[in-house]
């Protein structure tokens, strides 16, 4: 008689695991058991037949179930041999040593969404309808083991048709933890915003799609969060969503039925179409067309629009009834995150919605839509959550000591680093707000409870003022405090599994550097070690310190002042210029000149604001990254010139091109020289340093255009570069990064 343990690890539970090995060990006629435990998915086989143990494992190494991900399996004899008569599912055991990789939130599957459409199956018509190959998983665990019980269904006892399709190993749903039909599971209920109860289940989503199409606007509780949806096609409505939101621009994404209806409003190339209908469905940042249909409010002035597809049994059971696409924005108040229970619904957005569609399935762990692009053909992740999240990588060294990363100030998330686990949380966003704390709280204590994890080490960024850092100085833990850019610089060697000297451009709109001025136009030599400062765009003043990031025409301003006398600003005549008074301009030439309030950047981020002022695209932004798309819209590849700059010792000069921008009166023309004048920047400092592999981070690379015109040139001249994909090369990556650092 032949045995063999098998042990294997990584993204092994709530994907259909153990059923698959039964079906295997079926298959080649093996003995044995399967069961779950804390650390992952341990298996017994016995046959007469090695060769049969052999194929099974082959086959397990090969074709695991899709969306598994196995890191690692490990093989034994077993020593104590005893009888197997049949292969069974074991109940889960616990090791109190966790180590299991939670599994991301999955859409739903074509399978599910034909029972939810059958009129003869007892799940027709049932919004929270799911199996082993889709629906909530990371949203309504509490902890590992994933069983039933670990999540927010154990309050749901199942009925005898559940039960039979749960206990059966051949069947879909076969332990789908989230498994329920209308009788035995969660009820969806449609209230008005007085907290009245008008209908429930089919009817209730009948109501609210009739709603939606006579122009309300209403909260829908969705995978890990409720969305606030109205007619994407109703401009009315969309500028009552916005003056109630207090959002006058920032793009919404539109979710809509299928495939073939964003293809009628967007240029999409075949990578896009497969992003957008795969397992993870994000909203994906894709190029308008001409039709008018989608009210050009919903992303105005910029020529991209982020689409996604439903990906709940709701959505698409409220597509059955909707007339047009709709905009489905996160359910919150400015600074603060995802809304996930419909009380606070109630009591912070009554005044912004009419209705609310809810069920009474716990959302444990809330989880925001996860936004990507397409560059150069491959997917760069934005925003990394519902679908991708938890994100986890395999390192080869174990790790010495526990470790917490707890990532930036904006576009927040946490990382934890055990044995030989990196895992990182969703996103959780921008820390400006007392609520947005105790959420970055909250999912510090999830990843410990998920984990039994207790952090020896905490990492945390070095601005002083960082809610993370303060935070982190409170917990009496051994702490190292990592620079923001070599972080980012971190987080992109990670993805790469780079452990060298690189050459790192990292450029973004704000960062705490050494100096204690704010950084981010950056050229370091750096490994997972050190780095070294090697060029720096030249300081300039933000005039006004926080203010001048939402008016891109005060950083302009500064820019001048470096530049020309004060007679001279106020006789040129600029957008930048013509959009002061000339007692405004005297006052913040003092301001300037006494260094009040006017703290010192070499940012890059922020000089894509000065160039959408001198170019009279937009002297006051709403939002983040605004300039940055609107210069990306004006670019155009056929203009060939590029604006002038200097290497002056390790300052990166741009004095000439801001002459040069002053002359230019075209927009086109502006943009077009800026980004090229960007790009060969980075080219002629790489062509210094060509023994060194090149990273790109920061969220400037966030600019498609300028990314994939430099990745042209990079590989015409055969030069090893790298940038995020998986990991955003925003701040969301921070975290990641700081794991990533190896003390010297």
């Not at 902890?143 to 749901?156: G, Q």
């Not at 930048?576 to 009040?596: D, R």
């Not at 010792?649 to 040069?660: G, M, R, T, V």
Request: a neutral charge; charged letters at 25%.
């Amino acid at each position: 008689m032949i045995q063999k343990r098998v042990q294997v690890k990584g993204l092994v539970q709530g994907v259909g695991f153990r059923p698959f090995i039964y079906n295997l060990a079926l298959k080649y006629d093996l003995n044995g058991w399967v069961n779950n435990d804390d650390k992952g998915v341990n298996i017994l086989l016995s046959s007469l037949d090695e060769k049969a143990i052999n194929s099974f494992l082959l086959e397990l190494k090969n074709n695991p179930p899709p969306l598994a991900k196995i890191d690692e399996i490990h093989i034994k004899d077993e020593k104590k041999k005893r009888k197997y008569n049949s292969f069974e599912i074991k109940k889960s055991e616990n090791s109190n040593n966790k180590s299991t990789i939670i599994s991301p939130d999955i859409c739903i599957c074509e399978d599910c969404i034909s029972d939810i459409n059958d009129e003869n199956n007892f799940r027709y018509d049932y919004a929270l309808t799911n199996c082993t190959n889709c629906g909530p998983r990371y949203s309504i665990i509490k902890t590992v083991p994933y069983d039933r019980c670990n999540t927010s269904m154990a309050l749901f006892e199942l009925c005898n048709k559940c039960k039979k399709e749960y206990e059966y190993p051949t069947n879909r749903r076969y332990h789908a933890q989230p498994v329920a039909c209308e009788e035995c599971g969660p009820q969806v209920m449609l209230y008005d915003n007085q907290k009245n109860k008008l209908s429930s289940n089919i009817d209730a989503i009948k109501q609210i799609a009739n709603l939606i199409n006579s122009g309300k606007i209403v909260a829908i509780k969705g995978m890990g969060g409720f969305h606030i949806v109205c007619d994407a096609t109703n401009e009315d409505t969309i500028k009552n969503l916005r003056e109630k939101k207090n959002r006058p621009s920032k793009p919404f994404a539109v979710m809509f039925k299928n495939l073939q209806e964003i293809k009628k409003h967007t240029v999409l190339s075949q990578k896009e179409e497969d992003v957008i209908s795969s397992k993870e469905k994000p909203i994906v940042i894709v190029n308008k067309n001409d039709n008018n249909k989608i009210c050009d409010s919903v992303a105005s002035k910029i020529n991209r629009l982020g689409v996604f597809l439903p990906y709940t049994p709701l959505h698409f059971l409220l597509f059955r009834y909707l007339n047009n696409p709709i905009i489905a924005t996160s359910a919150n108040l400015k600074d603060e995150p995802i809304i996930k229970c419909v009380e606070d619904i109630f009591t912070k957005l009554s005044n912004s919605i009419d209705y609310v569609l809810d069920f009474n399935r716990e959302i444990i762990n809330a989880c925001d839509d996860s936004i990507v692009q397409v560059v150069n053909n491959d997917v760069q992740i934005l925003r990394l959550a519902r679908g991708y999240t938890p994100l986890s990588f395999k390192t080869q060294i174990k790790f010495d000591k526990n470790i917490l990363s707890l990532g930036a100030n904006q576009k927040n998330s946490i990382s934890i680093g055990f044995e030989n686990n990196i895992i990182s949380s969703p996103y959780i966003g921008d820390l400006n707000s007392i609520v947005s704390m105790e959420y970055f709280q909250r999912s510090v204590e999830t990843f410990k409870r998920f984990y039994d994890f207790e952090p020896e080490l905490i990492i945390c960024d070095k601005h002083p003022n960082y809610e993370t850092t303060k935070w982190a100085k409170l917990q009496n833990k051994e702490l190292i405090q990592i620079q923001h850019h070599y972080a980012h610089v971190l987080s992109c060697m990670l993805e790469n599994n780079i452990d060298e000297d690189v050459l790192a451009f990292v450029f973004d709109g704000t960062g705490y550097g050494d100096d204690g001025n704010i950084w981010g136009g950056e050229v370091f030599i750096a490994n997972r070690s050190r780095y070294k400062r090697l060029n720096h765009i030249n300081y300039f003043k933000l005039l006004g310190g926080e203010k001048a990031v939402k008016e891109p025409k005060r950083i302009a301003l500064s820019l001048l002042f470096d530049n020309f006398t004060l007679e001279e600003v106020l006789s040129l005549d600029n957008a930048c210029v013509n959009s002061f008074s000339n007692n405004e301009i005297v006052l913040l030439h003092m301001m300037w000149q006494k260094k009040l309030n006017a703290p010192l950047s070499s940012s890059f981020g922020r000089f894509f604001d000065a160039i959408a002022s001198f170019s009279d695209i937009l002297q006051i932004q709403t939002y983040e990254g605004q300039t940055g798309l609107l210069i990306e819209k004006e670019y155009d590849e056929n203009i060939k010139e590029s604006y002038e700059y200097e290497l002056v010792d390790n300052q990166i000069d741009l004095s000439k091109a801001i002459f040069e921008v002053l002359e230019d009166t075209d927009k086109k023309m502006i943009c077009s020289k800026f980004i090229n004048m960007i790009i060969n920047i980075i080219y002629d400092i790489s062509f210094e340093h060509k023994n060194l592999k090149v990273i790109l981070s920061g969220g400037v690379f966030q600019n498609k255009t300028l990314l994939e015109q430099l990745s042209k040139k990079f590989k015409n001249e055969k030069r090893e570069f790298y940038y995020s994909k998986k990991i955003p090369l925003n701040d969301q990556g921070i975290s990641l990064g700081q794991l990533y650092y190896k003390k010297s």
